[in-house]
């Protein structure tokens, strides 16, 4: 089979190689995946660099513990392992694969079965690979962390992305009015998704114009907390989903020490794969919600695609087609 492999961490373009592997063969517990599509999220720009450093303690310190990158997929079951429970050959499936490995950029994969969960009819393979990662960050940042409520006034920073574009959508389920922050040139398509009002980073920031939101969503956290308390209304909640490490540090402090006394929360979201995949799945078979896809593309152009995505010149996310169906 074809795959993505990298053996030493470095830019995609220079360690992200093509190359013909054999088929893995699924261990007892594992499900053998023949993959239709894949995406590109942060975890893959970050883990095939090996930054921030920390990613080396969890996948490896001197060299990549998974020499194929890629957690998110969809397809159909080609082989199951002897004590596999739920699921069946031809059964079509999709997931974050994140919580067992990695691997996803190859025509076939050997996973736990708990990895993935059957895919509904009615979401096509391209649109289920997009799923699971950035509208799951999107759903627990909003409803769990931010206790989203009707009418309110919120903030998207970083909003173009995977996890703005979800977020957008779930907000509008409850007619709020929403505000997207992310670079100049991707205001328009905002506007044409339905963000309420765009600013565009660099030209204004968004916690010093004396605006205030009952919710802010945060993709890109890279300012001090005592900012994002300027922005919020009373009793209102920030949730940030990552960003700079020294900012998701500082967030973490001042948000347990702001809880004696405030009324404004301050929240990191550290997400449940998968958990809540049957909400967004509902919401797609009634048409409430969509993905904003940018591609297809090849296995051919992956290593392309992840600089694309480290670049930010992605609209939505980046879908890979595997197999071709
Ligand atoms: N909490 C968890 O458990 C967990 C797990 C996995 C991942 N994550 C995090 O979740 C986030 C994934 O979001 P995503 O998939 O939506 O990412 P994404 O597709 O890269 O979208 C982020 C958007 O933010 C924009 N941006 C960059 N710098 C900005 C700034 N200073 N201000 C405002 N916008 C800015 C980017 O534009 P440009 O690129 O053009 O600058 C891009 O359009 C990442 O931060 C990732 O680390 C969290």
Known sequence: MKAVIFEKYGLPEKVLEIREVEKPIPKNNEVLIKIHFTAVNDYDWGLIRGKPFLLRLMFGFFKPKYPIPGMELSGIIDAVGSN?????????????????????FAEYISINEKAIIKKPNE????????????SLLALQALQDKGDIRHGQKILINGAAGGVGTFGLQLAKLYDCEV?????GEKLEMMKSIGFDYVID???????????????????KSNKSPFSYLKSLKSNGKYVTVGGKLV??????????????FSSKKLQ???LRPNEGLDY???????????????????????PRLIRYFGDGKH??????????Q
């Open 201 to 219: 980073f660099k030209k204004v920031n968004f916690t010093e114009n004396d605006l205030q939101y009952d919710l802010i969503l945060d993709c």
């Open 247 to 260: 900012s998701l540090f500082k967030i973490l402090f001042w948000g347990k020490t702001l809880s004696f």
């Open 315 to 324: 609209k939505g996310k980046i879908v890979i087609k595997m197999n071709g």
């Open 268 to 270: 990191i979201l550290s």
């Open 280 to 302: 967004i799945n509902e919401l797609f078979k009634q048409n409430k919600i969509k993905c904003i896809l940018d591609g297809s593309y090849s296995i051919e152009e992956i």
């Open 123 to 134: 979401i096509s393979f391209e649109e289920a690979a997009a799923i699971p990662h950035a």
């Open 179 to 183: 505000t997207g922050v992310d670079s």
């Open 84 to 104: 596999v429970q739920k699921m069946k050959v031809g059964d079509a499936v999709y997931g974050d694969i994140s919580t067992y490995g990695f691997g996803s």
